[in-house]
Structures are given as C-alpha cells and as structure tokens.
C-alpha cells in the first residue's frame, strides 16, 4: 500500500488531454514538493516535474504540474502514442523521513 | 554528459549479502543528495536509500537496519551494501541523484539504467 495515492490507469485518445491526480498528506505533499516521473519497464525512469511545477530542461510544457493542499496533478496536453507510460508522484514525508512514491498511473493512449 | 552506471546485481541465495556500486560522472558528485530506488518487476517504484552531503542517511522501515548507502567523493562512487536478503529485494535497483538539496524538495533527474538483484535459492 502506497503512501501516496494514484489512480491505477487513465486512458485518452491522441491530442486530448489527461490528468493524473496524486493523493497524500499534510506529512508529505502537504508541506513538501512533488516530483513526477515517466517510467517505461527495464528503462530509467525520467523526471518530468520537480518543485510542484517546474520542468527540467528538455521537457515539453505540454507536462504541467500543480499542487493544491495535500493533493498534487499532472497534466499532460497533445497527447502521443509515445506518452504511453508509467507515472509515478513522489515527495518527502517529514514524519516518516522518507522518500514515498505513488503506486503509478498507467497511461494508455488510445 | 552526466551519467550514473550501476554494478554488482547478481543472483544472491536468501540471507546472504550483496553489494551494489554506481559511478557517477559528467558533474560534481559531492555536492549532491544521492538515492537508491528499486522496482520490482510487475510493481511500482520503491525508494530504498538516501545519503546526503554531509553523510546523512535515510531508509524505510522495509530495509533498515539491513540496508547501508555510502558514498566515496573522491572515487565519485555511492554504493548500497545489502544483508539478510530475503526475496522480496529482488528487484532493478537504481540510483539516482537529487536534483537539488534540500529534503523536502527531493526530486531525481539523473538515473542509472538499473542492475538487476535476484534472491533465491
């Protein structure tokens, strides 16, 4: 059981929208930063948000990131065949003094 | 070009021992958090260790007091030494490096490509 709570797969079709949503606490998204991450199986997971809302350099800013109380949303625009993917939230949890991720989102992009 | 290559997964009978190793290179390496995270396969991803700047070490309950994360500056090397393997460790292990310091803004922009470590007999 994760610490931080993902829906277990979204789906949208080429060029909409989609959010995924990330649930967690006043320990952890509540006074901390969230990060999200796209992971293909038996590749390196990529960053794609840090700081609630920032993007590394080189990703589009059709990833968008947001963060509202204990609650935190990724976004992503124009959707492609190659956005298909895992992706996982993760922030600090002060209590625990620990790193927690999401359980992942498995994106299917019909 | 900043790289993480990891080492040292193998096939490791239950209870016994392992030790991973990451190179890193392309950025200067003392300056950063640095994180061991793991994924099972057909599961999600696990944070397993963190070691800060100045040394500071993090766990989770699963793998503490089995677990140790070190890091050698001069060697730009973290490494994970592992005890009492049980077969739910079995697992890609990656590190990773935190992409600015600060705990509460923990975030990873460079990963390895991952070593596999299996447990069993």
């Known amino acids: 059981q994760s610490v931080l709570t993902q829906p277990p797969s979204v789906s949208a079709a080429p060029g909409q929208k989609v959010t995924i949503s990330c649930s967690g606490s006043?320990?952890?998204?509540?006074?901390?930063?969230v990060s999200w991450y796209h992971h293909l199986p038996g590749t390196a997971p990529k960053l794609l948000i840090y700081?609630?809302?920032k993007r590394p350099s080189g990703i589009p800013d059709r990833f968008s990131g947001s963060k509202s109380g204990t609650s935190a949303t990724l976004g992503i625009t124009g959707l492609q065949t190659g956005d298909e993917a895992d992706y996982y939230c993760?922030?600090?949890?002060?209590?625990?003094?620990?790193?927690?991720f999401g359980g992942g989102t498995q994106l299917t992009v019909l | 070009e900043m790289q993480l290559v990891e080492s040292g997964g193998a096939l490791v009978q239950p209870g016994g021992s392992l030790r991973l190793s990451c190179a890193a290179s392309?950025?200067?390496?003392?300056?950063?958090?640095m994180h061991w995270v793991r994924q099972v396969t057909g599961k999600g991803l696990e944070w397993v260790a963190a070691i800060g700047t100045l040394a500071d070490t993090f766990y989770p309950v699963s793998v503490k007091g089995r677990f140790t994360i070190s890091r050698e500056n001069a060697k730009n090397s973290l490494y994970l030494q592992m005890n009492s393997l049980r077969a739910g460790d079995t697992a890609v292990y990656y590190c990773a490096r935190g992409i600015t310091t600060g705990w509460g803004h923990t975030a990873f922009d460079i990963w390895g490509q991952g070593t596999m470590v299996t447990v069993s007999s």
């Open positions: 392309g950025f200067t390496f003392s300056r950063y958090d």
């Open positions: 006043s320990s952890n998204i509540g006074n901390n930063y």
């Open positions: 993760g922030t600090w949890d002060s209590s625990l003094r620990a790193v927690v």
């Open positions: 700081d609630n809302d």
